[in-house]
Structures are given as structure tokens and as C-alpha cells.
């Protein structure tokens, strides 16, 4: 079983509606991360929290809103999406690195996912 | 212009062969280099990760890496039709807890 747990597994949702997706782990990561994936598409990066603050935003826009509210948790609210948002999205976390560099130490585990349909 | 390239594939070996899986990179200063296996509507698992040039083994997979040619592969012996699924490779760009992902090769195992 994977250590970093995304609920809900599928979501179908209407442009008008008001979702969330939520993230969980409890391996004392320290950074967390939302990434979009399309079918047969590499995942690609939304959002890092880094000790709780956004510390990337990759020009997502506004109608997805990240929230980290502890070290332990990370939400990505959904609104007013369309249907090309339709995706896999995928939480994952590592331990922050101090020189923006990956080591051993802190590479990055994923969630399974939340499958996402927008009608 | 991709950062990080692979071959999207589908790469079809025998069972029991050895498969052969390519990735290349742009950015020369990149220090890490990781290899995701992706099955069909799941989430990527790490494989192998490799940060010095050589070779690094791990039971029937060995990553490659060679930094002048900034190209890094993976190796996986006797190969079984489980190992059938989407390899990702991910490098670490330098700017600042960022993976960048190749678009990934889907490897096929046929008994």
C-alpha cells in the first residue's frame, strides 16, 4: 500500500460544481506536491509546498486552488473546471531539498490518485 | 524543445530477454536521475535512481548514466511479462524540488 493516500479514487464533476481532492501522508515528508496527468502523457508538475508554503505555481490557473493545511495534509480545490481538466492527479511528497537537488534521502512517492471527470 | 526524451515505444521484448530503455536530457547541470514504472491507471513507482556516472544495479535492473552525453538508461534483465508497463524518466533540473518526466516508454513482455 502506498504511504501517500489521495481521496476520493474517481470524482465526476459538473462545470459548475465545487470539489476537493485531498492528500494525506505520515512519513514526515516536508514537501508535497499536486501533478496533472493526461492519458499516455508524462505527470506534469501544478504546485510545491515546501514547510507548508507554496513555493511553485506552475502558471496553474486560478480555477484550481491549492491548500496545505499542515505538514501532513495538501487539498487541491476544484471550481468552475472544464472539460479538458479531466485527468489523473496525482499527490505526491518528498523531504524538501535545501539545494533544489533530489538525493536518496528525499525522492519523491506518489499517491494512487484521484481520477477526475468533468462533464 | 523536451527537456527530457524518451521513446514512447511500444517496446516488445521476449520473456526472459533483456529490454533496453533510453532517455535523454537537455539541461547539462541536472544532478539526479530517477527511472518510474507506471502501470496502466496507476501511480508511477520508483524504480532506480542514479546520481554518478556509471552503472548502478539492483537485482535484474541497472541504470547507466552518462553525464557528457547527458543520457541515462535502464536495463532489465530476464525479463518478465509483469515488467510490462509505461517507464518514466525524471530528472531533477536544479530548480528547486522540480522533477521533469519524459514522456515515458511503454515496454511490452510477451511470454
Known amino acids: 500500500d502506498t504511504e501517500v493516500t489521495q481521496t476520493p479514487k474517481h470524482l465526476v464533476m459538473g462545470m459548475t460544481n465545487k470539489k476537493s481532492l485531498k492528500c494525506e501522508q505520515h512519513?514526515?515528508?516536508?514537501?508535497m506536491y499536486w501533478y496533472k496527468q493526461k492519458a499516455k502523457k508524462p505527470p506534469e508538475l501544478m504546485f510545491v509546498?515546501?514547510?507548508?508554503?507554496?513555493?511553485i505555481n506552475e502558471s496553474v490557473p486560478s480555477r484550481f486552488s491549492p491548500e496545505c493545511p499542515n505538514s501532513s495534509l495538501l487539498n487541491l480545490h476544484l471550481h468552475a473546471l472544464q472539460p479538458e481538466d479531466s485527468a489523473l492527479y496525482l499527490c505526491?511528497?518528498?523531504?524538501?531539498?535545501?539545494?533544489?537537488?533530489?538525493?536518496?534521502?528525499?525522492?519523491?512517492?506518489f499517491g494512487a490518485g484521484s481520477r477526475l471527470t468533468v462533464l | 524543445q523536451k527537456e527530457v526524451e524518451q521513446n514512447s515505444g511500444p517496446l516488445s521484448v521476449p520473456e526472459g530477454a533483456i529490454a533496453s530503455l533510453n532517455c535523454t536530457y537537455s539541461d547539462r547541470v541536472s544532478q539526479s536521475f530517477f527511472w518510474y514504472r507506471q502501470y496502466s491507471g496507476k501511480s508511477p513507482e520508483l524504480i532506480m535512481s542514479i546520481y554518478s556516472n556509471g552503472d548502478k544495479e539492483d537485482g535484474r535492473f541497472t541504470a547507466q548514466l552518462n553525464k557528457a552525453s547527458q543520457y541515462v538508461s535502464l536495463l532489465i534483465r530476464d525479463s518478465q511479462p509483469s515488467d510490462s508497463a509505461t517507464y518514466l524518466c525524471?530528472?531533477?533540473?536544479?530548480?528547486?524540488?522540480?522533477?521533469?518526466f519524459g514522456g515515458g516508454t511503454r515496454l511490452m513482455v510477451k511470454p
Open positions: 509546498y515546501s514547510y507548508e508554503k507554496l513555493s
Open positions: 525524471a530528472v531533477n533540473n536544479n530548480a528547486g524540488n522540480m522533477l521533469t
Open positions: 505526491a511528497s518528498s523531504q524538501p531539498t535545501g539545494t533544489g537537488v533530489f538525493t536518496g534521502a528525499n525522492v519523491l512517492t
Open positions: 512519513m514526515g515528508h516536508r514537501a
